[in-house]
């Protein structure tokens, strides 16, 4: 019998997610638009993220993030490709898909994703914003 610790799962989470975003903050940073289906292997499964274009929105600086500006948003949900998983990154699916606002830093021009959103959490709606960038050379 396998068990995993609360911690390691939410550890495996992280490290999933941030292969996901990096995925797409290089797509978006090659070809300046979200619509693609990336393959991708966390690690321990093998799974396609689908992103999808949404349109810009301007998203204002607030008291957790001082990032603002025309975005573009994408959308992005995991086609499992037949495969199991039971954390929050499995549960992403077009009709939960996970939300993107992404800026251009404006010193070096780079994108980054400001920020992220999903609908739908067992805790509820999750928010995360961006609060520094550093852009290496």
Known sequence: LHSTSRRQRQMCIR????TVLA?????Y????FCDSRIPIFDGKR???????????????ANEYSAFAGRAAKCSMYIDKLGAEGDDLLWQLSSDRPIYFWILKDAASGAPFIARVKINETPLGEMNVYTTKIEVKK
Request: proline share 0%.
């Open 46 to 60: 093998r799974f396609d993220a689908i992103f999808r274009d949404e349109g810009k929105e301007e998203i204002k």
């Open 15 to 18: 490290d999933s997610l941030q």
């Open 23 to 27: 995925a797409i903050a290089r797509q």
């Open 29 to 32: 940073n090659l070809v300046g």
